[in-house]
């Protein structure tokens, strides 16, 4: 598996390559125009050349009867051969060719001048060869007059190389390691820059990385840069998650501990009063019996309420109908129901929530399950689902005895039954931790007629979905 890039490397890369490049692109367009100033520097000393030539020629006749004369010595160009380097040769011919004086191998110019010449001459530059030599040719077409005459005199002087070769490759070289220094003082100020910018980034994993294990408190790290904070908070925010799961997590670890270990010691001290014989074996059997039953709902409930903190942390939920899940666990419950003679009433329809199923079915037994369990027998139990304004309202109302006004709020807290001997307390907690995972809202109010408590309503009040219509 590959490792990911350091932030300093990237910061690096980012900003070096494209300097270099623009540094190679740069030199490139800087040597081509250094190459192009050497050419025309030298390319004057050749029509000075030519030139000086062109001032040695002698005519007598006219145009084509004119007869031209040349007395060139060589060395009237040995001052244009700089440092020996290079060597210059000449051609002076006539317009048709017909060589008047200089190197008869070297090539007649078949050419033609360019339509805007590079000086105020009849001058034309190209690159030839001559003797197995790269040249450089300046073609002078030069008139002659003299007292005697006049005629247009062709002038060709060819230069080797080696001094334009030396020149460019010392201006490439002069430019390449300046342009090497220039990358090199970038990239030191570079790596600085980013060795500083990069420094709160390894100052804040420094003391990330020297907490103790079990610490989640905020990050205290008020010098960190504007562009950090958000990284900052949002693991602040991820510790704090974290601290929540762990404190639930001793919770649970600690109440299933101490709610499991009474029901075990009875069920431990019926089966020993059992195999002594202290009571009939039908009588033990069935204490036995309740008290299983007891400890099993009691380790379904907190494993629910376990599942409640997992489903909160995994939000991917769906859009659901509320009334479809009530009507369904309704439905799982309606043996209870009919085993008290109730006269039930469910009333709502659709009522769409975004919510996880299992929360919505387990919010609905729980309360319903309540309702029966509290309900005399032959009592009236009212169940409605409805869209109310921007909420999902789900009520059970129960002909009970009702809730003292002091338990009311207790009761919401694990443990907290109002009947320890045929509850576990877990209940309304596990609807309560469903509830605020779904972002509503629980409430028991007690029904009152003539000042009397007449029954309970469960209200449960849900966000609804945006599809509601």
């Given at each position: ?166 020149l460019v490759r010392k201006l490439l070289v002069d430019m390449l390691w300046r342009q090497l220094v ?221 809730i003292p006004d002091e338990l009311r709020q207790r009761l919401f807290a694990p443990f907290a039954a ?45 966000p609804l979905a945006g599809d509601n219509r």
């Open positions: 598996m590959m490792r990911a890039a350091s932030l300093r490397a990237r910061l690096l890369t980012g900003i070096l390559v494209p300097v270099a490049l623009f540094i190679v692109v740069n030199s490139v367009s800087l040597y081509r125009q250094s190459r192009a100033a050497a050419t025309t520097a030298y390319d004057r000393t050749l029509l000075a050349s030519a030139k000086t030539i062109g001032e040695q020629l002698d005519v007598e006749g006219y145009d084509e009867q004119a007869s031209l004369r040349a007395v060139v010595p060589y060395s009237a160009l040995e001052a244009f051969e700089a440092d020996n380097q290079s060597k210059i040769f000449y051609r002076v011919s006539t317009l048709g060719g017909e060589m008047i004086s200089g190197f008869a191998e070297l090539p007649f110019w078949r050419g033609k001048l360019p339509d805007r010449p590079p000086y105020a001459a009849l001058v034309d530059f190209y690159d030839d060869r001559f003797r197995g030599q790269p040249v450089r040719m300046a073609v002078l077409l030069q008139p002659v007059a003299s007292a005697r005459g006049r005629a247009m005199a062709v002038v060709q002087v060819a230069e080797t190389l080696e001094l334009r070769e030396t220039l990358l090199a003082v970038i990239a030191g100020v570079t790596v600085f820059v980013v060795q500083r910018a990069t420094r709160p980034v390894r100052h804040l994993g420094e003391l990330i990385e020297a907490r103790a294990p079990d610490d989640f408190s905020p990050i205290d790290a008020p010098d960190t840069p504007r562009e950090l904070r958000p990284l900052v908070d949002a693991t602040t925010e991820v510790m704090g998650r974290l601290q929540r799961l762990l404190d639930h997590q001793k919770r649970f670890v600690r109440d299933t501990a101490h709610q499991l270990r009474t029901p075990l010691a009875v069920l431990k001290a019926q089966v020993q009063s059992a195999r002594r014989g202290d009571v009939p074996t039908g009588e033990a059997l069935a204490e036995i019996s309740d008290t299983v039953e007891r400890a099993t709902t009691l380790a379904n409930q907190m494993l629910s309420l376990a599942k409640v903190e997992q489903l909160r942390q995994q939000p991917d939920w769906q859009v659901l109908d509320l009334g479809e899940a009530v009507r369904q666990v309704a439905l799982d419950l309606s043996a209870l129901m009919a085993d008290k003679a109730l006269d039930v009433e469910l009333s709502g329809g659709s009522v769409l929530v975004r919510a996880h199923r299992w929360m919505l079915q387990e919010l609905a037994r729980n309360l319903l399950h309540n309702a029966i369990k509290h309900s005399p027998r032959g009592g009236a139990l009212v169940v409605r689902v409805r869209a109310e304004e921007a909420a999902a309202l789900f009520v059970v109302s129960d002909q009970g005895a009702g109002g009947d320890m001997v045929s509850g576990s307390g877990l209940g309304l907690a596990i609807c309560r931790e469903i509830v605020l995972a779904l972002g509503g809202s629980i409430a028991l109010e007690n029904r009152e007629i003539g000042g009397q408590r007449n029954g309970l309503d469960a209200v449960v009040q849900l």
